[in-house]
């Protein structure tokens, strides 16, 4: 569905590009990108790999033991912290929750993970946020920012359940 949904959007993107700019507009998409998959496209390849290896490496009795559905707040409490100190963008942590969820990990613990990595990523603060924003800011927007993800953990599997 997903698919369909992307490129049909990709269409109305062209017709806009084509009525705008014509066969130049077109054109021009379609090299910008060529140039974005080719700086992407060996992270995204690398970080699939990495969750495929995730995988072969962690067994599946592991992964449900830790973050399965029955884990509770112990597999939720695992999410986020793996979730605040795994480094790297969306091509390494997205396809690695696919993977851990593929294998077994409940929707909490795994909803826990990618919040936690979005809100209170440990890296992307000490390397980025707080150089530029500085201490005040950095922990008042922490601070603020620790619930979510334990939200986001107890809140998912019911939601889930309902529209799955």
């Not at 993970?113 to 500085?134: D, S, Y």
């Not at 800011?137 to 309902?162: D, H, K, Q, Y």
Request: no cysteine.
């Amino acid at each position: 569905m997903s698919t369909y949904l992307l490129a049909a959007l990709v269409v109305i993107a062209s017709i806009f590009a084509f009525r705008k700019q014509g066969v130049t507009g077109i054109r021009e998409g379609f090299f910008t990108s060529a140039s974005l998959l080719r700086s992407v496209g060996k992270m995204l390849i690398l970080g699939m790999t990495l969750s495929a290896m995730t995988q072969v490496i962690l067994p599946e009795e592991i992964i449900i033991r830790w973050m399965g559905d029955e884990s509770g707040i112990n597999g939720i409490l695992i999410g986020t912290v793996v979730g605040v100190l795994i480094p790297g963008g969306p091509y390494v942590v997205i396809p690695l929750a696919g993977s851990v969820f593929l294998s077994g990990a409940g929707v909490g613990p795994v909803a826990a993970f990618i919040t936690a990595w979005n809100t209170i990523p440990l890296t992307r603060t000490v390397m980025w946020e707080w150089p530029f924003l500085g201490g005040a800011f950095t922990w008042s927007r922490m601070i603020v920012n620790i619930p979510f993800p334990f939200v986001a953990g107890f809140l998912s599997p019911p939601i889930f359940e309902l529209i799955k």
